[in-house]
Each structure stands twice: as C-alpha cells, then as structure tokens.
C-alpha cells in the first residue's frame, strides 16, 4: 500500500511518501527549486519519492492533500466580507487563484499527476496532529497544535491512543499565537513566515520591556491558555500588512527597515514577544495535561519550531516528556496527511515503544553514490582526495581542532528546517571566534544568531541542563554551571550585541548571550559516521561537542545535491568539503567565473 501525502500553495511545500505505514521518503520542494520556502505545487519533491521507492504514479493507491480547500476558502471569503471594504486589494490578489486552480484540487492533482485513484483531504490541523503523534515514540499521548492557521483552526489539542488520533478542542482565526509571532517578526524587520526564529535567537539580548504592553493591550490571554487578539492593532486580515498604525504608535515607531540597524527596542521587543509565546505555550501544555490525563505530549504545527518554548514545557511543564515533530511546520502536513490515511483512514495497526520514534532521524531526503559524486568532480575538474571511512573519521577531527570550516555533505538529506549532520557546516565549539566568522564569512548572515551544538548524546549531562536527548534540535537548555566562565564586572555590564563578545564557557561558540543552547544528541546508531566524527574529536581533544549549521547561505535553501554544496562552498569561505568520501581543499580550487553564470556552470551534463 502505497500513500503520497502532499502540502502545498502556502509555504514550504513537500511531499512524502508512506509504504505499508513506513516513512520511506518525505522532502521540500525549496531543495530542488532552490527557492528558499517555496510554495509551489512539490512536483519535484514527488518525483523524488517516487524514484527513491521505485514507484510510477500507477502505484500510489492513495493521494492525502494536507487540508480542505473549500474550507480554507470560506474563510478567505468570510473574512473579506467581515473586513469590507477594507481588503480589497489583498482580496482581488487571492481570488482569481483560488476559483481558477485551488478550489478545484482534486481536478488539479489528477491533472498534474495523471492519478485515477483515491485522493483525501484531511484537515489542515489533522495534518498536524498526525505528523506529531504517529511517528512518535508513544503509544497514547496528548497532542498540541499551534501554527498560522489552517482552514479556520489556528492550534488545537486532543488526545492520539494506537492508531487514532481525536481533536478535543481548538482555537480558530483571527485568534492565532503563530500569526501574533509573525505580526512582530515583521515588526522588527524579518521576513514572515520565513524568520520567526531571528526573532528567537534575537530575543536574550533584549529585556521584556514590552511583556506587560502585549498582555495588556494585545492578547486577552486566560488561564487555560486560551485568548483573543485585539484586532485595532493587526492588519493581516484585511491587509497586505501584519500590522497596522495603532501598532506602530502603542510600540514607538514605525516597524524596522529590513537590514537596517537593530536596536536595543527591537531588542526588547524580541524578548518580549518570546516571552508571551513562552507563556501562552506552557498554559496551553498545562491545560492539555488537566483535560487529557496523559503522561506525554507530540507537538505540531510551526509555533513547535520554537524551540525555547519547547524547552520551557519540558522543564516547567506537567508532561514526563514531550516529542516534537522535525518538520512542525507546512512541510510536515505532507507526512501527517499520509500518515494519516494509512492509520486511522485505512484503520492499520500502529505499535510504539516509547523509546525510537518513527523518523529515520529524519533522514529522509535524496543521497547520491560515490560514482555520482566522483563523476560531478571529475567532469568539472574539481581538484579531490580521496580517503577511506576511517580516515574521514580522523581528517574531520583534525581538521575541526585546527579550527577550519568544514562543508559536511553525506547519505540521505534532512526532511524539515534543521540541517542534522548530513549536510551541515561544522566547526570548534571551544573557538571564540567561530561564532562571528561562520556568521559573516560563512553564512553571510546577522552576527547576533547562534550556533547549535552537536553533542553524543551519552556526554549531554556533562554539558547541558537536560536529562534527555535531542536529536531534532528542537530543545533548548542551559549550559551547564561548571563549564561556564566566571564574568568580570565590565563583562557582565555589557549588554545588545556587545554582549556576543564575551566568552561565556568552554563552549563559547554555541553558547547564547543567556547560556542557552539549541541542542542536537547525536546516537551511534541514527547517524553512525557523524557520531564517529564526535567521538574521535572527543579521544584525540577532550571535547564531545561541535558547532554544527545548516549547509546553506542566508536567502537559500539547505544543499540537495553535490552540484549544490560545491557551489555554496566556493561562494563562502569555507575551507574544506568533505563529500561522501572525497576531501575537496578550498586552496585547491579554481574560483567560479561569475561573469559566465556560476550556478549553470556547475550543473551536470
């Protein structure tokens, strides 16, 4: 039995691919348009699923599409009616898409895909709760879903026993924690839908100077979590705007220019908004804990990607653990839509142990042979080593300790926002200047965002406050007391961006201006070789943790193919790539001539 889910028309479109209730593919169509989020139709992240199971369309004998159209657009409708006349402009943008392509899915699906066959669609926050509980590690737990909105539904939680899940209550449009987070990442010069988690990594080094102003004139938030907008100072539904005047002038200023200068204020309001979500989220968890009874809770949906306030549930919330779905976000409707048509459409048996997930460590992306890799290599007369496992194992480490940038690209690619140890950028944790030189001559990105760590998992006590792995860096905790730095006076009086220059442990390069850390353990036996990698650094240089980032430049999406990792390691300054089992030194290399299009260049024959 073969079922391809698919989201798409928002962002980050995707498609996955379910055989006999096993996760056997699941992508991004951003990775093969190379446009960072992309919303169209994931044509090419289905033909990638079907090639890596063999499959034609003939095969498929179910299609999930991730929500119902003709609900979301009911809302489109009721709410241009409830806002008009304001909104026209926005209206007359969306309208002739909708009647003339979306409306009408079902018809379009067949049409691109040339399937006769079945196709469901589940509801946009159904998707959501399929993908944070079937593929989780518990047989009954609770579930919490809290993005943008769907069709109406805005979060939702209930309760996923075996192989069903039931929605028990849900909060709906214009009311929405995931488009509040938006309003103020367009507030403070970021790109919605796209740099909530700027915002994020913003927020501790401003104080919550705002806090009170949002709980007072922008959220009536109640107790059990639940709230409502003050709709005066929001623009998203009538407008092409997240917010308005009102906004502008209860927060002292017109929002931010992109790029522009941050400020202390845009400091504070990043830390401010961060900590309302904080709370919103635990009195929500809390809520959910009180009417479901259970011990564990999944969370779904894009708010999950926030990863400080899942480390607040964890902590402080009544849950003995909570397991967060990798792609929370649109791109993960795809896996929860077939995810769902195979278990509770199809009524399959579902069995969970409550130790491994069903993920694959999310490793479920395309991978490319060394005859592949060696092929691209030697027609483009890229200059190569080629070493055994053991010697990338050893070279890697060594490499590391002599604090050079490595470009990390093996086996299969991550399926959701997180680069994982398959294609990454790695680095010293221990540097002080890592941090900065990835940032600007790496990433090509603000200086203010941190690093991850990459820690075996055996050693996280040693340096985390968490008891508990991580493998999805979708926690944050503290850094550990007796690896932190004892601060001068004039070091502890630094605060804004200066705060970034002092080391503040013995892993200064991941750990944040707060001494929090957006962990990732790593396990033998997920992801062997890059453990190995750790493991060796760990004998040969006393430390289990390095620096591990996503295999991009700022504007683009995570690297798919070697064609695409070549490429963004020329255009940085990177100093090694490690492909597979081929070492490529940047001073080896020929530079991109530009001036003859780098990009088609580099593209095989």
Known sequence: MNILGISAFYHDSAASLVQDGKII????????????????????????????????????????????????????????????PFGGASFIRAIPLWINQRIWMKDFIRKELGFTGKIIFPEHHESHASSAFFPSPFQEAAFLTIDGVGEWTTASYGIGKGNKIRIMAELRFPHSLGLLYSAFTYYTGFKVNSAEYKVMGLAPYGEPAYKDLILNELIDLKEDGSFALNMRYFNYCAGLTMTNKKFNRLFGGPPRKPDSPLTKRHMDIARSIQEVTEEVVLRMARQVHKDTAQKYLCLGGGVSLNCVSNGVVLRNGPFDDIWVQPASGDAGGSLGAALLAWYQYLGNDRVADKRKDFMNGSYLGPQFSMDYIEDFLKKKGIAYTTLSDENIIEKAADLINSQKVIGWFQGRMEFGPRALGNRSIIGDARSPEMQEIM????????????FAPAVLRERTSDYFEIDRESPYMLLVAPVKEKIRRKLSDQERAL????????????????????????????????????????????????????????????????????????????????????????LIEKAKQKPLDKDKGWLKEFELD
């Open 495 to 582: 605060n804004g961006i200066d705060a970034l220059q002092v080391v503040r442990s013995t892993i200064p390069a991941v750990t944040h201006v707060d001494y929090s850390a957006r962990i990732q353990t790593i396990d033998k036996d997920t992801n062997h070789l890059f453990y190995s990698v750790i493991k060796k650094f760990e004998e040969k240089y006393d430390c289990p943790v390095i620096i591990n980032t996503s295999f991009n430049i700022r504007g683009e999406p995570i690297v798919c193919r070697p064609e695409d990792a070549y490429t963004c390691f020329m255009r940085t300054n990177m100093d090694y790539l490690i492909m597979g089992n081929f």
């Open 439 to 450: 940032n600007l001559k790496i990433k090509f990105r603000e200086s203010f965002r941190p």
């Open 25 to 84: 593919a699941a992508a991004q169509e951003e990775r093969f348009t190379r446009k960072k989020h992309d919303p169209s139709f994931p044509k090419n992240a289905i033909d990638y699923c079907m090639k890596e199971a063999s499959l034609n369309i003939g095969d498929i004998d179910i299609v999930s599409f991730y929500e119902k159209p003709f609900i979301k657009f009911e809302r489109i409708l009721e709410t241009f009616i409830s806002y008009a």
